[in-house]
């Protein structure tokens, strides 16, 4: 039975392999947006973005729950 369930489906194989590239993009992609390490650059980024005056307060403030959401492995936007 595998032998022939596999010959069936080999004219999808293009399409399951790319849903898996796919998953593994975005598994990838989402542990770089959570890594601590790059979010603490970040964070540095912004600190110094505010003391050089290039962003106001509340630019500071949003973007800085925004990081922290991140941290916190939740959606800053709810």
């Known amino acids: 039975m595998g032998l022939i369930s596999e010959l069936l489906l080999l004219p999808a194989a293009p399409l399951r392999g790319t849903a898996w590239v796919l998953r593994q993009v975005t598994a990838e992609a989402e542990r770089q947006y ?6 603490q650059r970040e964070l540095a980024e912004l600190e110094r973005a505010l003391l050089a005056g290039e962003i106001d307060e509340a630019e ?3 973007r800085e729950d925004e990081l922290l959401a991140r941290l916190e492995n939740r959606n800053p936007w709810t």
């Open 34 to 39: 959570r890594d601590p390490a790059v979010v």
């Open 60 to 62: 500071f403030d949003r």
